[in-house]
């Protein structure tokens, strides 16, 4: 296995690097008229979206508008057939350790203990091995799962399965964190703890994130900026800045702006689906 | 086996009303292995009743205490174990042989849709041509000593492993590929460090079912043309008549294929334990 991209070797948990080549002006991730068509279905079309470096950004829609397709784009699993990406300034043609991607399902390699998974993500790394079993050790105990590096998946509650899942994909530290229903699966109390986590972790880390979910109150809680999108085909439909303080917490869902956000991004989802 | 059935709590007849027993639900380890004892108790019980009261002749079909005494005649002269030895040592030349070559074609087959368009259709109508058939041709080509057991054997289970595994293969996951695309791993290391792995579960399952049927293609080969193991000793048990032979030989290849089979069950369940938990 060979690393693509060259990255010096840095403990997990520092502040990410800042992309250099970028300039102040220069939007962190852009989406240039993207259009994506599956047969007859247009799952995207001519989406135009750009994300500041160290912003947070959620996409919210119904199911089939697009949003997890935009998110397979921009981690280049997925090409558009027609438009551009561009990460870092460099256009995306396949995916990359610049772009950790955290699925729905943990998908963790379930003969590897937690400590293993971490690790393995590792590998890309110029490391030693004593290097990358402490850094794979900072960042579990960082998501809250000191005690459970040997733990197996199948040991593991879904939670903390997820958990271990983002702890895999910010011990290599890459540019942008990309999010596809990370806590879909999820009971309601669980997916409290792990909003509250990933606030947490993003407010220590400061990284690009694209989120992707369904959960109106879950994009306002955690984003910068929220994109609601529509389908049939899949479409920006606006996007809404959030305006609530930082560190957010439990107690942001009680201030008066969040309530007002929820209430029109979800007139917003309701008055597209009407029509 | 019976440990592998989930643990039902049975009320010790406690409740003086039991609740009927629902479509699927299973026995507890205890009732289960009871059960399958059961079955074996009585079907010897027919058989000896069969022999004793002289409903059938024993000539054709001796009772279980004849057939019992008579292993025990051979395993004291040391035939049965030599039959045994031989018979094993073919099945795993010939088994180990086609393994080896079935991996690496049954990985790329799975991996690669070139590679399982060109071989697939190939091989598919390979594996539907009788084993049986090739006796002849094998003993032309290659004689009749070990290497033509080895080619029955290599037969008989090659095809059938490779379409195994390479459908194992095909179970892979796509979002564990996906994840070691977006780690940056190239495609040979995808394959050998996560498919590979995530597939072995059910290569080992495609082996442990395809050795058994090696134990089939061997006594076939070994009753047409062979000197020595125990299709041969079947075979001329038959021109003396020696029926008590036969079937002692039969039961005891039918109890080798079970310890096989259960022996590399128990490796499976232990190598991978946190694997089959998970899926």
């Given at each position: 296995?060979?690393?693509?991209?060259?990255?010096?070797?840095?403990?997990?948990?520092?502040?990410?690097?800042?992309?250099?080549?970028?300039?102040?002006?220069?939007?962190?991730?852009?989406?240039?008229?993207?259009?994506?068509?599956?047969?007859?279905?247009?799952?995207?079309?001519?989406?135009?979206?750009?994300?500041?470096?160290?912003?947070?950004?959620?996409?919210?829609?119904?199911?089939?508008?697009?949003?997890?397709?935009?998110?397979?784009?921009?981690?280049?699993?997925?090409?558009?057939?027609?438009?551009?990406?561009?990460?870092?300034?460099?256009?995306?043609?396949?995916?990359?350790?610049?772009?950790?991607?955290?699925?729905?399902?943990?998908?963790?390699?379930?003969?590897?203990?937690?400590?293993?998974?971490?690790?393995?993500?590792?590998?890309?790394?110029?490391?030693?091995?004593?290097?990358?079993?402490?850094?794979?050790?900072?960042?579990?105990?960082?998501?809250?799962?000191?005690?459970?590096?040997?733990?197996?998946?199948?040991?593991?509650?879904?939670?903390?399965?997820?958990?271990?899942?983002?702890?895999?994909?910010?011990?290599?530290?890459?540019?942008?964190?990309?999010?596809?229903?990370?806590?879909?699966?999820?009971?309601?109390?669980?997916?409290?703890?792990?909003?509250?986590?990933?606030?947490?972790?993003?407010?220590?880390?400061?990284?690009?994130?694209?989120?992707?979910?369904?959960?109106?109150?879950?994009?306002?809680?955690?984003?910068?900026?929220?994109?609601?999108?529509?389908?049939?085909?899949?479409?920006?439909?606006?996007?809404?800045?959030?305006?609530?303080?930082?560190?957010?917490?439990?107690?942001?869902?009680?201030?008066?702006?969040?309530?007002?956000?929820?209430?029109?991004?979800?007139?917003?989802?309701?008055?597209?689906?009407?029509? | 086996m019976a440990s592998e059935t989930p643990v039902v709590a049975s009320p010790a007849a406690a409740s003086p009303r039991r609740r009927p027993r629902r479509v699927g639900e299973r026995l507890s380890p205890r009732r289960y292995a009871a059960t399958a004892v059961a079955t074996f108790v009585v079907l010897i019980a027919v058989w000896w009743a069969a022999t004793a009261f002289?409903l059938v002749?024993?000539?054709?079909l001796p009772g279980p205490d004849a057939v019992v005494?008579?292993l025990?005649?051979?395993?004291?002269?040391?035939?049965?174990?030599?039959?045994?030895?031989?018979?094993?040592?073919?099945?795993?030349?010939?088994?180990?042989?086609?393994?080896?070559?079935?991996?690496?074609?049954?990985?790329?087959?799975?991996?690669?849709?070139?590679?399982?368009?060109?071989?697939?259709?190939?091989?598919?109508?390979?594996?539907?041509?009788?084993?049986?058939?090739?006796?002849?041709?094998?003993?032309?080509?290659?004689?009749?000593?070990?290497?033509?057991?080895?080619?029955?054997?290599?037969?008989?289970?090659?095809?059938?492993?490779?379409?195994?595994?390479?459908?194992?293969?095909?179970?892979?996951?796509?979002?564990?590929?996906?994840?070691?695309?977006?780690?940056?791993?190239?495609?040979?290391?995808?394959?050998?460090?996560?498919?590979?792995?995530?597939?072995?579960p059910?290569?080992w399952d495609?082996?442990r079912i395809?050795l058994g049927w090696?134990w089939t293609?061997?006594?076939?080969?070994?009753?047409?043309?062979?000197?020595?193991?125990?299709?041969?000793?079947?075979?001329?048990?038959?021109?003396?008549?020696?029926?008590?032979?036969?079937i002692g030989y039969v039961l005891v290849l039918g109890l080798l294929g079970l310890v096989f089979d259960q022996v590399m069950r128990a490796a499976g369940r232990r190598?991978f334990r946190?694997?089959r938990a998970?899926?």
């Amino acid at each position: 296995m060979t690393d693509s991209i060259d990255r010096s070797a840095a403990p997990a948990g520092a502040a990410p690097a800042s992309g250099g080549a970028v300039s102040a002006g220069t939007p962190k991730i852009a989406i240039d008229d993207v259009t994506r068509r599956f047969g007859e279905v247009t799952a995207l079309q001519q989406v135009n979206l750009s994300v500041a470096e160290n912003e947070f950004v959620s996409l919210v829609g119904t199911s089939g508008c697009g949003k997890s397709t935009l998110l397979s784009i921009i981690a280049g699993l997925d090409a558009p057939d027609e438009g551009t990406v561009t990460v870092s300034g460099r256009g995306v043609t396949e995916p990359g350790r610049d772009r950790g991607v955290v699925f729905q399902r943990a998908t963790l390699l379930p003969w590897l203990t937690a400590q293993g998974n971490v690790e393995f993500a590792l590998r890309g790394e110029r490391l030693s091995q004593a290097e990358r079993r402490d850094a794979a050790r900072e960042v579990l105990a960082q998501v809250g799962l000191e005690g459970f590096e040997g733990a197996y998946p199948s040991e593991l509650s879904g939670g903390m399965q997820q958990r271990v899942a983002l702890a895999r994909s910010l011990s290599y530290r890459p540019d942008i964190l990309l999010m596809d229903e990370p806590f879909g699966a999820l009971d309601a109390l669980t997916r409290a703890d792990m909003q509250r986590l990933l606030i947490d972790v993003w407010e220590r880390h400061r990284i690009t994130v694209v989120f992707v979910t369904h959960d109106i109150e879950e994009a306002v809680l955690i984003s910068d900026r929220v994109v609601v999108m529509s389908p049939r085909p899949g479409r920006i439909r606006a996007e809404v800045p959030i305006a609530l303080d930082r560190p957010r917490g439990e107690h942001s869902r009680e201030a008066p702006e969040f309530r007002a956000h929820a209430h029109d991004i979800l007139a917003m989802i309701h008055e597209r689906a009407a029509q | 086996m019976a440990s592998e059935t989930p643990v039902v709590a049975s009320p010790a007849a406690a409740s003086p009303r039991r609740r009927p027993r629902r479509v699927g639900e299973r026995l507890s380890p205890r009732r289960y292995a009871a059960t399958a004892v059961a079955t074996f108790v009585v079907l010897i019980a027919v058989w000896w009743a069969a022999t004793a009261f002289g409903l059938v002749d024993p000539l054709f079909l001796p009772g279980p205490d004849a057939v019992v005494a008579k292993l025990i005649a051979q395993a004291q002269n040391g035939q049965l174990w030599s039959d045994i030895a031989v018979s094993v040592y073919r099945i795993f030349v010939g088994f180990l042989l086609a393994t080896v070559m079935a991996l690496p074609l049954g990985v790329l087959m799975g991996a690669n849709a070139h590679a399982e368009a060109a071989l697939e259709p190939l091989i598919d109508f390979v594996r539907y041509m009788p084993v049986v058939a090739f006796v002849p041709l094998t003993i032309l080509w290659v004689g009749t000593d070990d290497a033509q057991k080895f080619l029955i054997i290599w037969i008989g289970t090659f095809f059938q492993q490779v379409l195994l595994i390479a459908d194992a293969v095909r179970q892979v996951p796509v979002s564990f590929v996906q994840l070691g695309e977006t780690l940056g791993m190239g495609r040979a290391g995808i394959l050998m460090r996560i498919v590979f792995p995530s597939a072995l579960p059910r290569i080992w399952d495609a082996m442990r079912i395809c050795l058994g049927w090696a134990w089939t293609w061997l006594v076939v080969a070994e009753l047409v043309a062979a000197t020595s193991g125990m299709g041969y000793r079947i075979m001329t048990a038959q021109r003396f008549f020696a029926t008590d032979t036969i079937i002692g030989y039969v039961l005891v290849l039918g109890l080798l294929g079970l310890v096989f089979d259960q022996v590399m069950r128990a490796a499976g369940r232990r190598m991978f334990r946190h694997q089959r938990a998970a899926s």
